[in-house]
């Protein structure tokens, strides 16, 4: 069964960002026509490309990468000085028939060349780890920005928590790139060049002998590099889906011990962390095996060539000094070739997590404002029409979820949408929203088609109750504003109060300013769900959508919150969606709904005399609970 879950997540996997996907878009700036994304599931990283996303971040900091690229210039400077030192000191000191001051002399110089060293490494340190902290800061919340542009179809076809684990994860791996391995790889590349230089100017025979080497080197980087690719970017999904599934399960912990599932999801997580560890064990096999050769062809050559300085230094041909600078040169070149091999692993391991948030960063929202937003009409009347709207939703195409659905809302007026469970009343709320745009048909706000206002406006007059108060990991007071930030305390009590949630609220230990805990963990289902209420009331928007919004509420609470909606829906055009069809008894019109469509509209006497479905399923409510 596991591996059918597996199979289907896979499945939906290449349906969202890694393909086919209702929610994200290529926009063609020439006609303003939306693509959608190519159904092919992303590649690795070929190359080094996609850290382009990472060089133009750090491009806003010149100053820094100035710093950082003169201090990096001085500390490859000063170590390739060092074996200069060396030289000096035991051509011209010892040679000089070891005068202490003469060769006190050279040491000095050495160790103002390990002290340039030493701060040059600590303000390249610092400016390279403020160029790699300030660029994953800068990128997150570029993804972050683009990520709430977003329509929620986006979500539903690619997993929040897949995406949660790219934004921590991917850009860890950034973070370490522009941070250390950028910089180690530059420094190399200068000690290998400038080294290469000076092994000449010593001994050039020599040298020449070692450059024939670094050829060689190349045919097993590329070899192992086109493997390491393709195993970096696997290995780094298995970890984002070892994050998401730990999200998924800590998430609904109380569900996984209720019915005692305890063992087979620590089963489960074991499988996807062994699977995580087989990836790595050939991304590390391999990596090693490139390192591993490369090093021996270099320090087997540079061996061979100490070898004939040797006897060169028995015959006199050079001198002891040259060839310890030859040998501490040859050294740091031999260990520069080696660590770029290493170096160029985490590049593509950085490139792959950039072309991961790059998708995140680059999709585009289907539900955009238009290039010329008309305006609604101010004031506000609270008018909604709906003329033969037709909707799918992208991730179930083959079934209309509404379709030919006509319906006049005048303002002010309270209309009751019911009706058994997926005849289509959500959708109505979504499509009112503009979280989606139906295939064909229009909405209109007011006499203004949906689509050709911007959707922003458009929210700003709905204020939205859902069946399940969504609460955030924040205090009660930013809860509660966010219907409206600028909120004053004395409104927030006031809405509080209509809600019916004030008595619970001052008996918080820090009042308004409690911490609820994690999606409003701390209070019961009753509670999130007034102070959902309390926050719609606070919105004071001309259009209030009410989602089964008294369902977590007892009978007692039920009752107030209730009358406190009465009193709000009298001056606000309200739709009710309701499974309690006592709850919405006094609406001005009820709204039966079936497969998608409208099979009954009337008042709640009128329906039940009617024999309809609405008799039929309020028979059954009221036979039920007079029983009960």
Same mark, same amino acid.
């Given at each position: /069964?596991?591996?059918?879950?597996?199979?289907?997540?896979?499945?939906?996997e290449?349906?969202?960002l890694?393909?086919?996907?209702?929610?994200?878009?290529?926009?063609?700036?020439a006609t303003?026509q939306?693509?959608?994304?190519?159904?092919?599931?992303?590649?690795?990283?070929?190359s080094?490309?996609?850290?382009?996303?990472?060089?133009?971040?750090?491009?806003?900091?010149?100053?820094?990468?100035?710093?950082?690229?003169?201090?990096?210039?001085?500390?490859?400077?000063?170590?390739?000085?060092?074996?200069?030192?060396?030289?000096?000191?035991?051509d011209?000191?010892f040679?000089?028939?070891?005068?202490?001051?003469?060769?006190?002399?050279?040491?000095?110089?050495?160790?103002?060349?390990?002290?340039v060293?030493?701060?040059?490494?600590?303000?390249?340190?610092?400016? *390279?780890?403020?160029?790699?902290?300030?660029? *994953?800061?800068?990128?997150?919340?570029n993804?972050?920005?683009?990520?709430?542009?977003?329509?929620?179809?986006?979500?539903?076809?690619?997993?929040?928590?897949?995406?949660?684990?790219?934004m921590?994860?991917?850009?860890?791996?950034?973070?370490?790139?522009?941070?250390?391995?950028?910089?180690?790889a530059?420094?190399?590349?200068?000690?290998?060049?400038?080294?290469?230089?000076?092994?000449?100017?010593?001994?050039?025979g020599?040298?020449?002998?070692?450059?024939?080497?670094?050829?060689?080197?190349?045919?097993?980087i590329?070899?192992f590099?086109?493997?390491?690719?393709?195993?970096?970017?696997?290995? =780094?999904?298995?970890?984002?889906d070892?994050?998401?599934?730990?999200?998924?399960v800590?998430?609904?912990?109380?569900?996984?011990?209720?019915?005692? =599932?305890?063992?087979?999801?620590?089963?489960?997580?074991?499988e996807?962390?062994?699977?995580?560890?087989?990836?790595?064990?050939?991304?590390?096999?391999?990596?090693?095996? /490139?390192?591993?050769?490369?090093?021996? /062809?270099?320090?087997?050559?540079?061996?061979?060539?100490?070898?004939?300085?040797?006897?060169?230094?028995?015959?006199?041909?050079?001198?002891?000094?040259?060839?310890?600078?030859?040998?501490?040169?040859g050294?740091?070149v031999?260990?520069a070739?080696?660590?770029?091999?290493?170096?160029?692993?985490?590049?593509?391991?950085?490139?792959?997590?950039?072309?991961?948030?790059?998708?995140?960063?680059?999709?585009?929202?289907?539900?955009?404002?238009?290039?010329?937003?008309e305006?609604l009409?101010?004031?506000?009347?609270?008018?909604l029409?709906?003329?033969?709207?037709t909707?799918r939703?992208?991730?179930?195409?083959?079934?209309?979820?509404?379709?030919?659905?006509?319906?006049?809302?005048?303002?002010?007026e309270?209309?009751?949408?019911?009706?058994?469970?997926?005849?289509?009343?959500?959708?109505i709320?979504?499509?009112?929203?503009?979280?989606?745009?139906?295939?064909?048909?229009?909405?209109?706000?007011?006499? *203004?088609p949906?689509t050709?206002a911007?959707?922003?406006?458009?929210?700003?007059?709905?204020?939205?109750?859902p =069946?399940?108060?969504?609460?955030?990991?924040?205090?009660a007071?930013?809860?509660?504003?966010?219907?409206?930030?600028?909120?004053?305390?004395?409104?927030?009590w006031?809405?509080?109060?209509?809600?019916?949630?004030?008595?619970f609220?001052?008996?918080?230990?820090?009042?308004?300013?409690?911490?609820?805990?994690?999606?409003?963990?701390?209070?019961?289902?009753? =509670?999130?769900?007034?102070?959902?209420?309390?926050r719609?009331?606070?919105?004071?928007?001309?259009?209030?959508?009410?989602d089964?919004?008294?369902?977590a509420?007892?009978?007692?609470s039920?009752?107030?919150?209730?009358q406190?909606?009465?009193?709000?829906?009298?001056?606000?055009?309200?739709?009710?969606?309701?499974?309690?069809?006592?709850t919405?008894?006094?609406?001005d019109?009820? *709204?039966?709904m079936?497969?998608?469509?409208?099979?009954?509209?009337?008042?709640?006497?009128?329906?039940?005399?009617?024999?309809?479905?609405?008799?039929?399923?309020a028979?059954?409510?009221?036979?039920?609970g007079?029983?009960?």
């Amino acid at each position: /069964m596991d591996g059918e879950l597996t199979q289907k997540s896979r499945k939906r996997e290449r349906r969202g960002l890694f393909g086919r996907g209702g929610g994200s878009t290529i926009v063609d700036e020439a006609t303003e026509q939306s693509e959608p994304v190519a159904a092919d599931e992303p590649k690795p990283a070929r190359s080094l490309g996609p850290l382009r996303m990472v060089y133009r971040a750090a491009a806003n900091y010149p100053l820094q990468i100035g710093l950082a690229l003169a201090a990096l210039f001085i500390t490859a400077g000063a170590m390739l000085a060092i074996p200069a030192g060396f030289k000096m000191i035991i051509d011209r000191g010892f040679a000089a028939g070891g005068d202490p001051a003469d060769i006190g002399r050279w040491f000095r110089y050495l160790l103002m060349i390990v002290g340039v060293l030493a701060a040059g490494t600590a303000l390249r340190f610092y400016f *390279v780890s403020w160029i790699g902290e300030r660029v *994953v800061a800068d990128i997150r919340r570029n993804v972050q920005t683009n990520l709430l542009r977003l329509a929620p179809g986006f979500y539903e076809e690619n997993s929040p928590k897949e995406i949660s684990s790219r934004m921590t994860s991917d850009t860890a791996i950034i973070e370490q790139v522009v941070g250390t391995t950028v910089s180690v790889a530059l420094r190399n590349v200068l000690m290998a060049i400038g080294g290469t230089i000076y092994l000449f100017y010593l001994a050039p025979g020599m040298t020449l002998g070692l450059a024939l080497v670094i050829p060689a080197i190349v045919i097993p980087i590329t070899i192992f590099g086109r493997r390491l690719r393709n195993v970096s970017r696997t290995s =780094q999904d298995r970890v984002a889906d070892v994050g998401a599934m730990v999200s998924e399960v800590l998430s609904g912990m109380k569900i996984v011990q209720a019915f005692n =599932q305890e063992t087979r999801e620590q089963a489960r997580f074991g499988e996807a962390v062994e699977r995580t560890f087989s990836i790595a064990k050939r991304r590390i096999l391999i990596r090693a095996a /490139m390192t591993s050769i490369v090093i021996l /062809m270099i320090f087997g050559s540079i061996t061979m060539l100490m070898w004939r300085g040797a006897i060169g230094v028995a015959q006199g041909d050079i001198s002891g000094g040259t060839i310890a600078a030859f040998v501490i040169t040859g050294g740091l070149v031999a260990g520069a070739f080696g660590a770029l091999t290493e170096v160029y692993g985490d590049l593509l391991r950085g490139a792959g997590a950039a072309s991961r948030l790059a998708e995140l960063l680059e999709a585009r929202p289907v539900i955009a404002p238009p290039a010329r937003p008309e305006k609604l009409p101010d004031p506000a009347r609270g008018n909604l029409s709906f003329r033969n709207v037709t909707f799918r939703y992208p991730t179930r195409p083959e079934t209309a979820a509404i379709k030919d659905f006509t319906l006049e809302v005048e303002p002010g007026e309270t209309v009751a949408i019911v009706g058994p469970s997926g005849a289509g009343k959500s959708t109505i709320f979504q499509l009112v929203e503009r979280f989606y745009d139906p295939q064909s048909g229009t909405i209109r706000l007011d006499g *203004v088609p949906l689509t050709k206002a911007d959707p922003s406006e458009i929210r700003q007059r709905i204020a939205f109750v859902p =069946q399940e108060g969504v609460l955030f990991s924040s205090n009660a007071r930013d809860n509660l504003r966010y219907g409206r930030w600028d909120a004053t305390d004395e409104e927030i009590w006031e809405a509080a109060r209509a809600a019916n949630a004030e008595e619970f609220l001052r008996d918080l230990p820090e009042g308004l300013d409690t911490y609820l805990g994690e999606s409003g963990t701390r209070l019961s289902g009753g =509670q999130q769900q007034r102070l959902a209420i309390a926050r719609a009331l606070l919105r004071d928007a001309p259009i209030l959508l009410l989602d089964e919004a008294t369902s977590a509420l007892d009978a007692e609470s039920e009752q107030l919150v209730q009358q406190a909606l009465d009193r709000l829906m009298a001056e606000r055009t309200t739709l009710v969606i309701a499974h309690r069809l006592a709850t919405v008894r006094n609406a001005d019109r009820i *709204v039966v709904m079936e497969h998608g469509q409208i099979v009954e509209q009337g008042t709640h006497e009128q329906l039940a005399d009617a024999g309809g479905l609405y008799a039929r399923l309020a028979k059954l409510q009221f036979t039920v609970g007079q029983a009960a």
